[in-house]
């Protein structure tokens, strides 16, 4: 930005507040001094002071000025657009600055032109193809943005696509696990209540056997109470009711003694012997004499 314009401006400015008092005047020199010892913000605040009682277009472009030097650059622009009926190529070359500071290169490069049209000068013509290389930079800058943030997009998605069908693997091997431990619960409460039915069904059978077996112990006992009640009828009668039992517990040794007898009494009738007679009987009665002779 040029300083000779600035100084232009301001002294230009010094004259026509000549009519607006003392005050006025005071506060203006003051705002350049500020100005030319680069105190932007008490030149600001100076002129911001004289705009309310006298704003002329001198008044706006000079604090556009200061806004532009301090970095305000929205109030800068501002400042210069308000500030119509100065030297038209110097408030276009200083918006297009303004512009160019902010990064808006189309509206600088516009500017630049417009104060092109109004004087020929080198330095707006060196910022009007700076402001073009930029506006190219700043594109082929977006393009690669562009560019990067599809390829990351694309990145993303893929990482998202396999961590997404990880979290599916995982799920499903869960899923897979859980009805595997399932199943295995299931055949274990199975076996559980398999094995309870089998203890139960063994349980209920000892059960009942051991009730049967006390059935047939008493139903023994009770026949057996039968039986002793029976015997002393027994007892009362002849003692030939006791013979039968003392024949039938003796008739086989009596038969093999019948039978041998009828042996020996059919040998010796076939020999015409001495009849021989061996008592075949209670071993208890006296026994022969070995020198006894049987005839």
Not at 250 to 264: D, H, I, N, T, V
Request: glycine fraction near 4%; charge should be positive; avoid cysteine.
């Amino acid at each position: 930005m040029k300083k000779s314009i600035i100084i232009f401006t301001i002294f230009y400015s010094l004259v026509n507040f000549l009519n607006a008092g003392i005050t006025d005047f005071k506060s203006i020199e003051k705002a350049n001094k500020a100005y030319d010892a680069k105190e932007y913000g008490k030149s600001a605040a100076l002129l911001e002071s004289i705009k309310k009682s006298n704003a002329t277009s001198e008044l706006h472009y000079n604090l556009g000025n200061t806004y532009y030097k301090k970095g305000y650059y929205d109030k800068a622009i501002e400042e210069y657009k308000t500030a119509k009926g100065v030297d038209e190529a110097s408030r276009q070359y200083n918006l297009g600055n303004s512009y160019f500071k902010k990064g808006d290169f189309d509206k600088a490069i516009e500017s630049y032109k417009e104060s092109l049209k109004h004087r020929n000068d080198l330095e707006a013509k060196h910022n009007l193809e700076v402001a073009k290389k930029e506006k190219k930079k700043k594109k082929e800058q977006q393009k690669k943005q562009d560019q990067k943030k599809k390829q990351d997009q694309k990145k993303n998605k893929k990482k998202d696509d396999k961590k997404q069908n990880k979290d599916q693997k995982n799920k499903d091997n869960k899923q897979k696990q859980d009805q595997k431990k399932n199943k295995q619960n299931k055949d274990q409460k199975d076996q559980k209540d398999q094995k309870k039915n089998q203890d139960q069904k063994k349980k209920q059978d000892q059960d009942k056997k051991d009730k049967n077996g006390e059935k047939k112990k008493s139903d023994e006992k009770k026949k057996s109470e039968e039986k002793k009640k029976q015997k002393p009828k027994d007892k009362k009668g002849d003692k030939a009711s006791a013979t039968p039992k003392e024949q039938k517990k003796m008739s086989k040794e009596e038969k093999l003694k019948a039978q041998e007898l009828k042996r020996l009494l059919k040998k010796m009738g076939q020999k015409k012997t001495p009849t021989m007679i061996y008592q075949m009987g209670n071993t208890k009665k006296s026994k022969r004499s070995e020198d006894a002779k049987p005839w």
